[in-house]
């Protein structure tokens, strides 16, 4: 391609709505431009990004099995309403009507159109395994979109849904996809790390994100550096800290803590480590009638250590509190502890509570918690002499770096990541609500067994250049840049020479394959430079009329430090060795 | 691809709200799958012609210098009530609100995005010409969708639009995308013909269809065989079909033409020829004041001969009609004629109504038209001698096969097509409207001159079916079948010498890049056969045990009438060259 029958157009500053450093370079680089608040036009520089991760995306789905077809973009409810989705669903869910009054949706995903496909189409075992895959435009009403294509409302996503006839073949199913999705991010060039994640109402332990790692990630991902255990932090199990419980050694004793209403503030002005103190969570779940009004509510308390931190996810897997739950009002707390947040703890009730302690909580002596009295906390609270043993003693916390590594074989490290991809056994949940059977051997309808299998295409793109940046730009990685070769002839308007070699170049690599650039805009050496710097396209040649006097070109990959010359015979080959590498 | 990794699903019967033969061959193929009315999955059969024929416009686009890019499919209403569209356009515009109330359409087509990216983006006429193209899913309301792919409500849309600085450069723009759309069609290898379309409130000579013949279209295109001229119905223009007018041969008469309200029944009941008859349309137009009230309305009436019809396109372009016109109410024709519909004509009227004639009956002589009395007709009616010259005289008729080419070059004939293309001068309807301006070389700002340019990308398979099918079924074109061949070994799971020899035939075709498929299901030879004629594989190769005894396999042409014997050796070489013809 050449640069004037291209469309480049990069801009100095970033606009000031953009907060991350992905979409400040995807606007001043014109791969983007903004629509509306989360939609954006794919320019012709981001449009080429997307098309290679596509392209890598489709060769592997199709590797691996998958069958590509395209399900629409505007979908009638009727099939959101066989799942309970289209009322389920929030407002996320963009809803229209036709003409007709008839109601629709943009899809978000497409479970009950594939599930629909399925029943129709797959009828017997023999037709089993199936796995049915599309690249489509999505769309799902964020409430506050941001970070340019990391949380867009309308973006692209491959997504694949497996259909299998029992629950080892989807098992196995799962297996290739997930080895597909670890061959589509290795070719993207991408740092990253499948982590297990939580299976919610599904259940088993086939749920895993693949994450980019970038520190500045959204999601904290948790892994072992001496084995292969990796988990995002909704799922990483937190073992006891402390093998087994210390006998008392403090009286208990109401201390004054005027105005100290954090564990932090406590400990300071006691002087005490903050694993020494307990924190106060209260929660509540509500029973309901028919008519959906509330007949009886229940509150809980949670406890863990000072320095930890509640992970609701794994809260909601308590007995008691799967149904959903809620923080408690101020007038609930009152009434139970007869106290305001801050200074709460297990001790001296107004009325019954559940009480939960995270594992090492229940595990800890002479501890200090809320003592039910503004400004006054509570030292030395041993278990079972000062309160009650907890009603429940459960993992309710987040992992932190140091914990022991669940399989026992060394301690937990932490990164920060963004989801890119997610395999998911789905098991029978859509195939069972839509009636989506097949016939076994011996003749006898069966739900399938389904899995699902997400990539946000356009988020890629974002991922990418959070994980590969520097103050200059973007690096793209050599498989996914819009250009992996740019040829920079300096002067090419003033010297036959240069334009000559310059274009002989150009066909040379065009003839390999090799998807180079040429810049025949006539700019000045520096704002070429920085051009295709911001733009990150990975290698850059620049020939001068100097230069090729003595036979010399420079050579330039987008993270080295400094140009190296070369001889203008041998540049070629230079480049093929550095695109195989 | 090998079948049983793929998904072939073909059907006995097509459903029965399939009216068309594509829509009936798309469904009984496994093309596509309806979601709902208009709405369709491709199936991984259809989406392979999909992308097959995405892929030639995408070429040929890319050659003439248009720039991809990707446009949202959710937009902001903002920039459509700029150009007035969000409230002019009817249902067929789906409008959305999100979850903040804000208005948003799925769009139809992208004119206003494209002119809100250009007047940020093209901002001096040095970055002019540009042309931007889009690949994307439009949807467009229908109020009666039906043909499958023809009529749908959602479909895949090619959408270019060019800007330039002037109108000579618009011109040299929308040349440059003629000759891109024939080499799009001429490498689909679809008969097709660009035919001269209405330009409406623009006006100029710069819009063309794209016309796929089939006997089933549902446009009428109209040619001349001595000559390139090629018009649609809407614009062809229809000469006098008398050089002059006659004198009065006959006496004014009123006829009893009891109950024949037709010019054919009256001709008929007359025995005349029905091109001696004048057929009276009568139509009316509104004056609206400031709150949309009707002021005043004028009645008018259209005349042309008893074998010809109005052109509403026509009859729209006339001084008066122009803002927009309505057949008339009974009453309003009534009060006009003093007669009922059947029985109208343009002498002796009850109130002055606008009379147009069609310049053949301008020239007409003693012809025959109702008296404006029920069951009465007049004969040797003449103007100027029984009614006076009408107030008008113009082109208002369609044209008949037949008729004198407006060039002069010999009789019209006509043609049924399919429209798939449609290329379109704007001029600066959109850029006026929102402001969009470069600077000049003199620094002033002004509209872009623009075009656009469309291709119903999912359409064209079916009016490439319309014009490619037999009784069984399909006949893809090589450049766009879902695969170019089909390799049938017939008893592959008995025979190790029949399995080798498909295997090895299969990876040679592969190796050359050929698009094969090698049906390793297992069907009967019948099944196999029928299957791929009606999925309309273009090349089909037998190989069976009998056969590869006498080292000889079975080729057949999707339209041969039988198939050839060739050896084994030869069949690779001999597909190479029908594929190349």
């Given at each position: 391609?050449?640069?004037?029958?291209?469309?480049?157009?990069?801009?100095?500053?970033?606009?000031?709505?953009?907060?991350?450093?992905?979409?400040?370079?995807?606007?001043?680089?014109?791969?983007?431009?903004?629509?509306?608040?989360?939609?954006?036009?794919?320019?012709?520089?981001?449009?080429?990004?997307i098309?290679?991760?596509?392209?890598?995306?489709?060769?592997?789905?199709?590797?691996?099995?998958?069958?590509?077809?395209?399900?629409?973009?505007?979908?009638?409810?009727?099939?959101?309403?066989?799942?309970?989705?289209?009322?389920?669903?929030?407002?996320?869910?963009?809803?229209?009507?036709?003409?007709?009054?008839?109601?629709?949706?943009?899809?978000?995903?497409?479970?009950?159109?594939?599930?629909?496909i399925a029943?129709?189409?797959?009828?017997?075992?023999?037709?089993?395994?199936?796995?049915?895959?599309?690249?489509?435009?999505?769309?799902?009403?964020?409430?506050?979109?941001?970070?340019?294509?990391?949380?867009?409302?309308?973006?692209?996503?491959?997504?694949?849904?497996?259909?299998?006839?029992?629950?080892?073949?989807?098992?196995?199913?799962?297996?290739?996809?997930?080895?597909?999705?670890?061959?589509?991010?290795?070719?993207?060039?991408?740092?990253?790390?499948?982590?297990?994640?939580d299976?919610?109402?599904?259940?088993?332990?086939?749920?895993?994100?693949?994450?980019?790692?970038?520190?500045?990630?959204?999601?904290?991902?948790?892994?072992?550096?001496?084995?292969?255990?990796?988990?995002?932090?909704?799922?990483?199990?937190?073992?006891?800290?402390?093998?087994?419980?210390a006998?008392?050694?403090?009286?208990?004793?109401?201390?004054?803590?005027?105005?100290?209403?954090?564990?932090?503030?406590?400990?300071?002005?006691?002087?005490?480590?903050?694993?020494?103190?307990?924190?106060?969570?209260?929660?509540?779940?509500?029973?309901?009638?028919?008519?959906?009004?509330?007949?009886?509510?229940?509150?809980?308390?949670?406890?863990?250590?000072?320095?930890?931190?509640?992970?609701?996810?794994?809260?909601?897997?308590?007995?008691?509190?799967?149904?959903?739950?809620?923080?408690?009002?101020?007038?609930?707390?009152?009434?139970?502890?007869?106290?305001?947040?801050?200074?709460?703890?297990?001790?001296?009730?107004?009325?019954?509570?559940?009480?939960?302690?995270?594992?090492?909580?229940?595990?800890?002596?002479?501890?200090?918690?809320?003592?039910?009295?503004?400004?006054?906390?509570?030292?030395?609270?041993?278990?079972?002499?000062?309160?009650?043993?907890?009603?429940?003693?459960?993992?309710?916390?987040?992992?932190?770096?140091?914990?022991?590594?669940?399989d026992?074989?060394?301690?937990?490290?932490i990164q920060?990541?963004?989801?890119?991809?997610?395999?998911?056994?789905?098991?029978?949940?859509?195939?069972?609500?839509?009636?989506?059977?097949?016939?076994?051997?011996?003749?006898?309808?069966?739900?399938?067994?389904?899995?699902?299998?997400?990539?946000?295409?356009?988020?890629?793109?974002?991922?990418?250049?959070?994980?590969?940046?520097?103050?200059?730009?973007?690096?793209?990685?050599?498989?996914?840049?819009p250009?992996?070769?740019?040829?920079?002839?300096?002067?090419?308007?003033?010297?036959?020479?240069v334009?000559?070699?310059?274009?002989?170049?150009?066909?040379?690599?065009?003839?390999l394959?090799?998807?180079?650039?040429?810049?025949?805009?006539?700019?000045?050496?520096?704002?070429?430079?920085?051009?295709?710097?911001?733009?990150?396209?990975?290698?850059r040649?620049?020939?001068?009329?100097?230069?090729?006097?003595?036979?010399?070109?420079?050579?330039?990959?987008?993270?080295d430090?400094?140009?190296t010359?070369?001889?203008?015979?041998?540049?070629?080959?230079?480049?093929?060795?550095?695109?195989?590498?």
């Amino acid at each position: 391609m050449k640069a004037t029958q291209f469309f480049v157009s990069t801009l100095k500053e970033a606009p000031a709505d953009a907060e991350v450093v992905s979409h400040k370079l995807m606007m001043r680089a014109g791969m983007i431009k903004r629509l509306g608040a989360g939609i954006y036009n794919y320019m012709p520089m981001g449009l080429r990004v997307i098309r290679k991760v596509e392209g890598i995306i489709r060769e592997e789905m199709n590797r691996a099995g998958a069958v590509e077809l395209l399900m629409p973009v505007v979908q009638p409810a009727e099939l959101w309403q066989e799942t309970g989705r289209f009322d389920k669903m929030g407002p996320e869910l963009l809803r229209v009507k036709d003409r007709h009054g008839r109601d629709f949706i943009i899809q978000p995903t497409s479970e009950e159109v594939v599930t629909d496909i399925a029943r129709l189409e797959l009828r017997s075992y023999k037709q089993l395994p199936k796995n049915f895959y599309h690249i489509q435009t999505k769309f799902r009403d964020e409430r506050r979109p941001r970070f340019g294509v990391m949380r867009g409302r309308e973006f692209t996503m491959k997504d694949a849904y497996s259909f299998d006839r029992d629950v080892e073949s989807a098992g196995r199913s799962y297996e290739n996809m997930f080895q597909a999705y670890c061959q589509i991010f290795d070719r993207l060039g991408l740092e990253y790390r499948a982590v297990a994640a939580d299976t919610g109402a599904i259940g088993g332990d086939r749920s895993h994100e693949f994450q980019v790692i970038a520190e500045t990630g959204e999601d904290a991902i948790v892994y072992c550096p001496d084995s292969d255990y990796a988990a995002n932090i909704e799922l990483a199990e937190a073992l006891p800290l402390l093998a087994s419980r210390a006998a008392a050694g403090q009286a208990l004793a109401k201390t004054p803590t005027p105005g100290k209403s954090t564990c932090e503030d406590v400990a300071a002005l006691l002087g005490l480590p903050l694993s020494q103190t307990v924190k106060s969570l209260v929660l509540a779940t509500d029973e309901l009638n028919e008519h959906g009004e509330v007949v009886k509510t229940q509150v809980w308390l949670l406890l863990v250590r000072g320095d930890h931190e509640l992970n609701e996810v794994k809260a909601g897997k308590i007995e008691g509190l799967k149904g959903g739950f809620r923080f408690a009002t101020v007038g609930e707390i009152d009434a139970h502890f007869g106290c305001k947040p801050g200074y709460l703890g297990p001790i001296g009730l107004k009325q019954p509570v559940k009480i939960v302690a995270d594992r090492t909580v229940a595990q800890m002596a002479d501890f200090v918690c809320g003592a039910n009295e503004a400004d006054f906390h509570f030292t030395g609270a041993n278990w079972g002499r000062d309160l009650p043993e907890p009603d429940l003693v459960a993992d309710i916390r987040n992992v932190v770096a140091g914990d022991p590594s669940p399989d026992g074989k060394g301690q937990l490290a932490i990164q920060r990541g963004i989801e890119v991809g997610h395999v998911f056994y789905l098991g029978t949940k859509y195939s069972a609500a839509m009636n989506a059977t097949f016939l076994d051997e011996t003749g006898k309808p069966k739900p399938f067994e389904m899995g699902c299998y997400g990539i946000g295409v356009t988020r890629i793109l974002g991922a990418a250049i959070e994980q590969n940046h520097d103050e200059r730009g973007i690096i793209w990685p050599d498989a996914i840049a819009p250009f992996t070769v740019a040829i920079c002839p300096i002067g090419m308007d003033r010297s036959d020479e240069v334009k000559a070699a310059a274009q002989q170049l150009y066909e040379q690599l065009q003839a390999l394959g090799v998807d180079v650039l040429l810049d025949d805009r006539g700019e000045r050496p520096g704002a070429m430079f920085a051009d295709w710097e911001l733009i990150g396209v990975p290698h850059r040649v620049v020939l001068s009329d100097r230069g090729l006097k003595e036979g010399q070109v420079e050579y330039q990959g987008r993270r080295d430090a400094e140009a190296t010359k070369l001889a203008l015979a041998d540049v070629v080959a230079h480049l093929q060795a550095r695109l195989k590498a």
